[in-house]
């Protein structure tokens, strides 16, 4: 990707554009990713509300467990800005969340 | 001719701010500057001048304070020295980058320690990386004026980038000397309020001072770069302008009896009288000196320095502030020194160190200055002295 050159940019690095903050994906700073281990996942909310880039997302999408349980919900990480902090990690009730080192 | 008052230089600063109608003044009172904004304060609460006249808790927050309404599309005045521009430092980056344009006096003090109010160039030359335009006068007059041009070059659309205007503590500041004021409708039609950059405005909202990582921010300290070269054109039409509607003409730098000279003393701010007045008294006894006041100190005048010295022998920098550990010992002489390299001259330079905490200068030490740049000047660069020499310090 090329990048605009110092006279393309605007003066004083002033951003024109409203709201233009998701073009930025912060997941590139990431060097461990959450995982959710949707069959340990009790669909308590506590990561959503503790992850400081609102990267958990909570989905209506069905989920039946292995050992019969049913959720109307899923909580998903959305990798394009989730920073790796590991907060969730830390903060779920049943250790549902691995933090698992990024490969590139 | 305008109306001429008696003026100390920091009452002739705050007449000028007046005259420009500022729209907000960030003030907190520290000496040798008080006085501008407690005057400023006076033509607020008189109805005199209609500014919001905000009394902050710092420096810090006097610049911060700035920035904010700098970025809204008010003129912003504030004036500050010494250990007061030592608080703002990291502001006066931020604005400069933002390219916000504002105008800031400093009234020149030096810098603790031991505690000292009184006047030298350290607090000054302590800002000279940090993106703003600087300019130093030698006359109350001169930081009167000073602050016209200011505005006007600080938002011209080719610059967009704030300001220092400066005068000596005390030795300006404290000392009345008349001063011819213009009508407000005069300054404002030499600077008028251009709101010529992009403002914080609910209406058509933009981001300022974002983040800038590892793949953008050299960009913009490129672009300032430009700005500042940029700047010097402004500010070569400014002082024309200038000269045409009052009669008063500024330089980047002031000549003196340079044109037969074979030494000279460089210099900047109100010990240059004394200079001046020396040069006058050994140009009677046949002595070949002259002298070369530098105004303009960001962007740095260089080609025009080289240009007034290349004739001359030897030129001896005097700088009111030390860089310990540097070569040149001063930031002036460090300048004027690469100067001269660049512009492929023989000329040569001795650095010397003076008035450090209000250390008056005499005739007799500029006269020894003058001895010792005589005493060299048919000497080779090798034989010149290594280190700066201190001026009027007790051994
Ligand atoms: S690792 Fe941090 S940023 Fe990523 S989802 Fe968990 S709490 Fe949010
Ligand atoms: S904190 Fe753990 S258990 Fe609760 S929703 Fe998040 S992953 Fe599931």
């Known amino acids: ?104 | 001719m305008g109306k001429v008052l008696p003026l100390g230089g920091n009452y002739a600063v705050a007449y000028a701010v007046k005259a420009c109608d500022v729209d907000v003044i960030t003030a907190y009172p520290i000496s040798p500057q008080t006085t501008i904004v407690e005057r400023l304060s006076e033509f607020v609460a008189n109805g005199e001048l209609n500014a919001e006249f905000l009394h902050v808790e710092s420096e810090h927050t006097a610049l911060s304070v700035a920035i904010g309404a700098a970025a809204v599309g008010a003129r912003t005045y504030s004036a500050t020295c010494s250990q007061g521009l030592a608080l703002m430092n990291e502001l006066l980056y931020i604005m400069s980058y933002i390219r916000l344009p504002m105008v800031l006096t400093i009234v020149n003090r030096a810098l603790s320690a031991p505690i000292n109010i009184w006047n030298d160039h350290s607090d000054f030359m302590s800002v000279n990386d940090s993106g703003w335009i600087m300019m130093m006068s030698a006359s109350n007059q001169e930081a009167y004026d000073e602050i016209l041009l200011g505005y006007r070059i600080a938002e011209d659309p080719r610059v967009l980038l704030p300001v220092i205007t400066s005068m000596d503590g005390y030795i300006q500041s404290h000392v009345v000397e008349p001063v011819e004021i213009v009508s407000d409708e005069e300054a404002i039609s030499f600077a008028p309020k251009r709101r010529s950059w992009v403002t914080l405005d609910p209406d058509k909202p933009v981001t300022m001072g974002p983040v800038g990582d590892p793949s953008y921010y050299f960009e913009f300290r490129r672009q300032l770069w430009e700005a500042m070269k940029e700047s010097r054109k402004v500010f070569d039409e400014a002082t024309e302008e200038f000269a045409k509607r009052f009669g008063r003409k500024y330089s980047a730098i002031e000549t003196y009896m340079l044109e037969d000279a074979e030494v000279a003393i460089v210099g900047m701010g109100s010990f240059m009288g004394t200079i001046k007045a020396f040069v006058d008294r050994a140009r009677r006894d046949g002595v070949k000196v002259g002298a070369l006041r530098v105004k303009l100190y960001r962007p740095f005048p260089s080609e025009d320095i080289a240009r007034a010295l290349s004739n001359v022998k030897l030129v001896g920098v005097m700088d009111r502030a030390l860089m310990p550990g540097s070569a040149a010992g001063g930031h002036l002489h460090h300048e004027v020194a690469f100067a001269l390299r660049q512009a492929g001259l023989e000329t040569k330079t001795i650095g010397f160190i003076a008035g450090l905490g209000g250390r008056l200068l005499t005739m007799d030490n500029v006269k020894q200055m003058v001895n010792v740049l005589i005493n060299y000047k048919d000497k080779t660069v090798k034989e010149l002295p290594k280190e700066p020499i201190f001026i009027g310090v007790r051994e």
């Open chain 1, 1 to 104: 990707m090329s990048l605009p050159g110092w006279k393309q940019l605007p003066i004083g690095a002033v951003i024109l554009t409203p709201g233009s903050s998701v073009e930025y994906k912060t997941g590139e700073w990431r060097t461990l990713r959450p995982e959710i281990d949707q069959e340990k996942c009790i669909r308590c909310r506590t990561c959503w509300m503790y992850c400081p880039e609102g990267a958990i997302q909570e989905v209506e999408e069905p989920y039946k467990t292995k050992t019969g349980r049913e959720f109307k919900l899923t909580y998903k990480v959305d990798y394009d800005y989730c920073k790796g902090c590991g907060i969730c990690a830390n903060e779920c009730p049943v250790k549902a969340i691995t933090m698992v080192e990024e490969v590139i």
